[in-house]
């Protein structure tokens, strides 16, 4: 069942979050935002190679969906504008920005760089180049869950280029034939690349993507995090009670180009600010805390310091980590006999 931003973001203010959720939420989204500007001045200084496709304006998203999932039990996977995703899952900052650098302490040892990392600790599977494989793998994590009967569930993070892949079709169908619990969550940030959704798809209700293999949607104000946990853990309970997939569509937006090398000439400055300004979602709910009397502005600007100093810290360690040895080269690979 599709809804607008609005009334989405109505019905969630029915529902309290303590002042302490809503602290975390805004600690966690700072955090990435932060990270991923850092993350853009060391690849500007060439420290981080290859590709890097930034988080910035998105943040809402993940950190209400991680708000609603249970660490250590639930699977997460995702394509490759991942860092906010590992950052979320609990994924240590250091040794991200580490793999972001290519060094020996990152969480593959310096050999996936931005996009192919992940973490068994935390359930946090990839990090995926190939634009929409992560969905039919995500349906693997959800077989695995249901096989094992370890009442965990799978969610698996997509763009809105990637739900015109015919895998993600394929794997719905799949999913919904095996009623397995997985999260299909679209992070519709209006642009595959550099085209719009509007050139792209002739129907751009991702959320009802689901409707012919009978599985229920909806879509959200990505840029609002609390619609967002709201609105997940409606989904979540849909899933973990045995019901089968749920396809949540979140109406995002990301800041910068699709990554770093991309000027986005697509789009106006006039429309990128006008998000920024008008639907920023570390700016919404400041302005709540504020307003609420949750946090002054001495408090806010100590959590700024605080997570500066934690992405500082990542960034020193991610440059005095080594590069890996060139043996690495062998190492987390099977070689076949002659």
Known sequence: MATTARKTSKRASNKQFDNDQLTTFYKDMLLIRRFEEKAG?????????????????????????QHELETGKDSVITGYRDHGHMLATGMDPDGVMAELTGREGGYSKGKGGSMHMFSTETRFFGGHGIVAAQVALGAGLAFAHKYNDDGGIAVAYYGDGAANQGQVAE???????????????CENN????GTSTERAAAVTDYAARGKPYGIPGARVDGMDVEAMATEVGKAIKHVRSGKGPFVLEAMTYRYRGHSMSDPAKYRTKEEVQKYRTE???????????????IAD????????????AVVAKSA???????????????????????
């Open 297 to 308: 502005e001495a408090a806010l600007k100590a959590i700024d310091k605080d997570v500066k």
């Open 171 to 185: 794997t719905m169908n799949m999913a919904s034939l095996w009623q397995l619990p997985i999260l299909f969550v």
């Open 190 to 193: 209006r642009y595959a690349m």
């Open 279 to 293: 639907q920023d979602p570390i700016e919404r709910l400041r302005e709540k805390l504020l307003g609420d009397g």
């Open 316 to 338: 020193d360690f991610a440059q005095s980590s080594p590069e890996p040895s060139p043996d690495e080269l062998y190492t987390d690979v099977t070689i076949a006999a002659a």
């Open 41 to 65: 001045q060391l690849y500007g200084m060439g420290l981080i190679g290859g590709f890097c496709h930034l988080y910035i304006g998105q943040e809402a998203v993940v950190v209400g969906i």
